[in-house]
């Protein structure tokens, strides 16, 4: 996918061809681990994700990398990340080491396994839950500050923005008379992301979750919390990054501009017990949020020779799609003009 720090496209298209549950459950038993047979597909598509059952022991989870996105040290940064949240008692779920080797390889295939950390999707209607998580994002972009990442890319216009613009004209994916309207109105898009990063002027850049929304987080009840702490816990640091603060709060974000501004004063309300927040952040919100749509698009071209994803999103490429994408970015470019959630 254009702008992952990775190779742009698949290779031969179906990476995960040869990953059979044969080769799964001996993948676990070559790094020491003892299945029992029981296998259970987890929702994702990028990776592949199986819970595994364990000889006498909880169940785990293991992530297969897709091949050629992430280089291993990119892979491992975010390892080692999610490792200093847990050491800090940052409910984050680490990848389990063997023999210290958190980034495991088999038949060519790389994969990592974690404990399994069940859970539901926060309430995000509630105050109280938004201050909660955002108590726990302070303390994720506290950590996240205190050095950079090397191997792994930035979220900004370019990686963002002008990639997967380009990555998609230069595939053809648009039907031709859709093409000169969409062009367009991601050129305007593009554009408009830029202004709002110039009003935003030099904001912090540190380590993101990245992908931070109510999919991302599993909420324990106190009456299931176990050997965990009840409340948010953070998974999936997939896509991971370099960029600003914002951009792991604003996808908590729902309804109407009134109850947005609500709802990021609740957040802010924890977060700033932990972090310093710059309000001039707030003028990025709506222009990462276009900067999302256009790396979606170009990741749904990216993969669709992998075989999952025409079965998961069969109205992908469609001029319906495209049509949708273009009136889409046309609010996005409007929406970038208006002032932000609150003064700055």
Known sequence: ?????????????????????????????????????????????????????????????????????????????EHAFVRQLADAEIPAVPAIARDGATLLAHAGFRFAVFPRCGGREPELDRADTLTWLGRFIGRIHALGATHPYQARPAIDVDTFGVAPRDWLLAQDCIPPELRPA??????????????????AGDVAQLRLHGDCHR????????????????GPHFVDFDDSRMGPAVQDLWMLLEGDRAAQQGQMADILAGYEDFAEFQPRELYLIEALR???????????????????????????????????????????????????????
Not at 10 to 18: E, I, L
Not at 182 to 199: S, T
Not at 304 to 310: H, I, K, N, S, V
Not at 315 to 322: I, L, P, Q
């Open 182 to 199: 969409w062009q367009a109105v991601a050129d305007l898009a593009v554009d408009g992301a830029r202004r709002c990063f110039e009003r």
């Open 1 to 77: 996918m254009p702008g992952d720090g990775g190779t742009s496209t698949d290779g031969d298209g179906v990476p995960y061809a040869r990953l059979t549950p044969d080769l799964m459950l001996d993948a676990m038993e070559a790094a020491g681990f003892e299945p029992d047979g029981r296998l259970l597909a987890l929702n994702s598509y990028e990776n592949r994700v199986w819970q595994v059952g364990i000889e006498g022991s909880a169940p785990v989870v293991v992530k297969f990398y897709r091949p050629g996105r992430w280089s291993d040290a990119a892979i491992l940064e």
């Open 290 to 344: 276009t900067l999302r749509l256009l790396h979606y698009s170009a990741w749904l071209a990216s993969r669709w020779r992998d075989p999952a994803f025409p079965a998961a999103f069969p109205w992908f490429g469609t001029a319906r799609y495209w049509q949708d994408r273009i009136l889409e970015l046309r609010e996005q470019v409007a929406l970038m003009d208006e002032p932000p959630l609150w003064p700055v």
């Open 215 to 230: 999919g991302n987080v599993l909420w324990i009840e106190e009456s299931h919390a176990g050997s965990r702490p009840p």
